[in-house]
């Protein structure tokens, strides 16, 4: 399924007038790891009230011990200060890398703004080395800003 074909299908989620924001955002984290062959963990972080950490929220895939990551820390926390994407080809050349599963090779991170205010995140871990395009972050953009109308 192409990027293209999922929007409507995001914009569906989002619309919903039924379900929790919790709810909607466990729905795009299935959504996203069914049709994306190479999205191997998907979750959303957020910023955990006035403290410089990341919560984490909805997820799909492996459990994972990193549910509070301090601002600066690992790839999450460093988007956390830098306001920007940050694609990881190659998990193993990083330096500042919070390691969730030795299957994981690659990571993308998108910030999700509300404001102007980075309130969180979109986290996708991949097992397949150097997965991710300019296309992923494109969508994954159009995803963040769907999800910034719910916060």
Known sequence: MTFETLKPQIETIVSNTTTTTDDKLLQICQLLDQNISYY???GFYFKNGDKNELKLGPYVGAPTDHTIIPFGKGICGQVAVSNENFVVPDVAAQDNYIACSITVKAEIVIPIFVNGENLGQIDIDSNTPDPFTEAD?????????????LL
């Open 40 to 42: 191997n963990w998907v």
């Open 137 to 149: 972050e494109r969508f994954l953009e159009f995803v963040c800003q769907k999800v910034a109308t």
